[in-house]
């Protein structure tokens, strides 16, 4: 069983559409990051939530860590063909001397 | 251009070839790292170096040998790979050690076994 689940792990749609992507777990933690991959390149950060119910928006991005902090959404409003790409929610293990975890990803593309 | 790069960007080897990858920083950074990037699996951590020393080490065969010769450059030195080790190969680094850092990903090094 991964750590991290995501889903939908694909997602196709129309540009100018709204979605929600999802990073659930069992497990709590102390916080969590979100990361997109375009192709042919590595992941680059986009945010990192540490407080349960914290919301964070990144221009039509809009990012939640749950309450209980065991998962965290996503939500993307008028998707536009840049927004194409891997979603990866990943959490530093502090127990395990700060290890990465990343979820297996959501890919997402948006068609003009 | 995140400050990281990766050579190659792409590698075709035989199961009995030895190539290497390599990763430089351009950012100051103190702490390197591989992670393995499989289709339709997370991204796997490899090997951790903060330092220039090896702080982690997550079960990697030992067909795949680092080398941080200083805080500027990884190497991932291959030998007698199999096909199931043909995966997207990621170096990031970040100031420090792993907690709490924010880590900058090259683009990668796509390794197809054959």
């Known amino acids: 069983t991964q750590l991290l689940e995501q889903s939908p792990q694909f997602l196709s749609i129309q540009e100018g559409e709204n979605l929600t992507v999802y990073c659930n777990s069992s497990?709590?933690?102390?916080?969590l990051q979100w990361y997109r991959q375009e192709p042919g390149e590595g992941p680059v950060l986009l945010v990192t939530?540490?407080?349960?119910?914290e919301v964070k928006k990144l221009k039509r991005l809009t990012f939640q860590f749950g309450d209980a902090r065991k998962d965290s959404s996503l939500h993307i409003t008028a998707a536009q063909p840049g927004d194409t790409g891997l979603y990866l929610c990943?959490?530093?293990?502090?127990?395990?001397?700060?290890?990465?975890?990343f979820g297996q990803g959501t890919e997402l593309s948006v068609k003009p | 251009e995140t400050g990281v790069t990766q050579t190659p960007r792409h590698l075709v080897m035989g199961m009995t070839n030895k190539k290497s990858l390599k990763c430089e920083q351009h950012l100051g950074h103190n702490a390197m790292y591989w992670y393995k990037q499989s289709a339709k699996k997370p991204l796997e951590l490899m090997f951790v170096y903060n330092f220039k020393e090896q702080t982690e080490n997550n079960s990697v065969p030992s067909r795949f040998s680092p080398e941080c010769p200083n805080s500027s450059h990884l190497f991932l030195h291959l030998h007698t790979l199999q096909p199931e080790d043909s995966a997207l190969y990621l170096c990031a680094s970040s100031p420090t050690g792993p907690v709490g850092d924010t880590q900058y990903f090259g683009p990668g090094t796509r390794l197809t076994v054959l």
């Open positions: 990943a959490v530093l293990l502090y127990n395990q001397g700060g290890k990465l975890i």
């Open positions: 497990s709590v933690f102390s916080s």
């Open positions: 939530v540490v407080t349960g119910g």
